[in-house]
């Protein structure tokens, strides 16, 4: 139930026609309602929201009041936002849609699992190649499950003074305690690569040492996801540290035919040769697809035209394939078996 502030800020920017600030609060009172374990309400407050949302004039889609803004150096650590992002909104293959699917309902329902005693999943260790949407699924589930996304900005942790980066880091696990929301670790290789690795630091082992124990402490309600492209490096420890690891690859032919289709949406031509597309579309992650749409996309926009060609978005996927390759060279590590949870790397 909304406090009886949350109902006096209500009715307060009600009076005041003040729309995006009603919206914010009742996104508060979702947050809330999440928080209390009871995601059925906190969905469909937020789903009413969304919809309030959509229906306003363009241009006044209002800015969300932030409700966690972190405050003083954790400001500078932790960068805030609430996305719309849905699960939905992502090609997945079958099983990683499953494994999502399953966290969303033991968060959803997490207030019924623990009080058996059990805790859901919620350290979750993402891998696989750039831009396969390891960083939107992060936003998809905290827009799923109506909480702010916090990004933990690794250039403001890791500093090379001695004790600072583990201090910091403790003020990042204080606020995974206090403040429910998903905390996302991006690059995580930074700070988990393996201990032994010869031109480690000692400081960054210390930081390694204190994320185990750390993330072994805590037994908060906030989602921790750390992400990696370089799993091959990571600590074996830090993998039974996460409740589930999930592993993305580049796009099949049926997820590039489905981001495709999503992605041109009206701007695809009668005639297009989805099959031909595909085949060029080989090896190339989501990110790249979609960004060779929009670049043909607004091709078409320029010259005033009003649809996509396969002919055209290939010439896009060819662009993208040579900027590819010159950056990203060799992504063979991604073959490799990884380490299972017991770390010995055996599957
Ligand atoms: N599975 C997907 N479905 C639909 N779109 C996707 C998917 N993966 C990536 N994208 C698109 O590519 C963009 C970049 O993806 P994202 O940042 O999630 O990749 P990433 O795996 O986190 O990459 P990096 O390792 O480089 O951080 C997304 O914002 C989205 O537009």
């Given at each position: 139930?909304?406090?009886?502030?949350?109902?006096?800020?209500?009715?307060?920017?009600?009076?005041?026609?003040?729309?995006?600030?009603?919206?914010?609060?009742?996104?508060?009172?979702?947050?809330?309602?999440?928080?209390?374990?009871?995601?059925?309400?906190?969905?469909?407050?937020?789903?009413?929201?969304?919809?309030?949302?959509?229906?306003?004039?363009?241009?006044?889609?209002?800015?969300?009041?932030?409700?966690?803004?972190?405050?003083?150096?954790?400001?500078?650590?932790?960068?805030?936002?609430?996305?719309?992002?849905?699960?939905?909104?992502?090609?997945?293959?079958?099983?990683?849609?499953?494994?999502?699917?399953?966290?969303?309902?033991?968060?959803?329902?997490?207030?019924?699992?623990?009080?058996?005693?059990?805790?859901?999943?919620?350290?979750?260790?993402?891998?696989?190649?750039?831009?396969?949407?390891?960083?939107?699924?992060?936003?998809?589930?905290?827009?799923?499950?109506?909480?702010?996304?916090?990004?933990?900005?690794?250039?403001?942790?890791i500093t090379k003074f001695m004790g600072e980066t583990a201090a910091k880091l403790r003020q990042v696990f204080d606020s995974i305690a206090e403040v429910r929301g998903v905390y996302f670790f991006d690059e995580f290789d930074a700070i988990g690569s393996q201990r032994g690795l010869a031109n480690d630091v000692g400081e960054i082992r210390r930081v390694l040492n204190s994320f185990l124990q750390m993330i072994e402490h805590d037994?908060?309600?906030?989602?921790?996801?750390?992400?990696?492209?370089?799993?091959?490096?990571?600590?074996?420890?830090?993998?039974?540290?996460?409740?589930?690891?999930?592993?993305?690859?580049?796009?099949?032919?049926?997820?590039?035919?489905?981001?495709?289709?999503?992605?041109?949406?009206?701007?695809?031509?009668?005639?297009?040769?989805?099959?031909?597309?595909?085949?060029?579309?080989?090896?190339?992650?989501?990110?790249?697809?979609?960004?060779?749409?929009?670049?043909?996309?607004?091709?078409?926009?320029?010259?005033?035209?009003?649809?996509?060609?396969?002919?055209?978005?290939?010439?896009?996927?060819?662009?993208?394939?040579?900027?590819?390759?010159?950056?990203?060279?060799?992504?063979?590590?991604?073959?490799?078996?990884?380490?299972?949870?017991?770390?010995?790397?055996?599957?």
């Open positions: 139930m909304a406090s009886a502030e949350q109902i006096k800020a209500l009715l307060k920017s009600h009076m005041n026609g003040d729309d995006s600030h009603f919206l914010s609060v009742a996104m508060q009172v979702a947050a809330h309602e999440a928080k209390l374990g009871h995601g059925k309400l906190a969905e469909e407050l937020r789903d009413m929201v969304d919809a309030a949302k959509a229906r306003r004039p363009h241009g006044q889609s209002g800015k969300l009041v932030q409700l966690s803004q972190p405050r003083g150096e954790l400001a500078s650590l932790l960068s805030v936002s609430y996305p719309a992002t849905r699960v939905v909104d992502m090609v997945l293959d079958q099983s990683i849609e499953n494994q999502l699917h399953r966290i969303i309902k033991e968060q959803r329902l997490f207030a019924k699992i623990r009080e058996h005693g059990l805790s859901p999943r919620r350290k979750l260790l993402l891998v696989g190649p750039p831009g396969s949407g390891k960083t939107m699924t992060a936003s998809a589930l905290a827009g799923e499950l109506g909480i702010p996304l916090f990004l933990v900005r690794l250039d403001a942790l037994h908060s309600n906030s989602l921790i996801i750390a992400a990696t492209n370089h799993p091959e490096i990571l600590d074996h420890a830090l993998f039974r540290r996460f409740d589930d690891v999930i592993e993305y690859k580049l796009p099949g032919q049926d997820q590039v035919a489905t981001l495709l289709n999503r992605r041109l949406g009206r701007f695809k031509s009668k005639e297009f040769n989805m099959k031909q597309a595909v085949d060029e579309a080989e090896m190339l992650s989501y990110a790249e697809l979609c960004r060779a749409v929009d670049e043909s996309i607004k091709e078409v926009i320029l010259r005033d035209g009003d649809s996509v060609s396969e002919t055209s978005l290939i010439d896009m996927l060819d662009e993208r394939k040579l900027i590819s390759a010159k950056l990203n060279g060799n992504n063979n590590y991604y073959n490799k078996e990884l380490p299972n949870n017991d770390g010995t790397g055996k599957q």
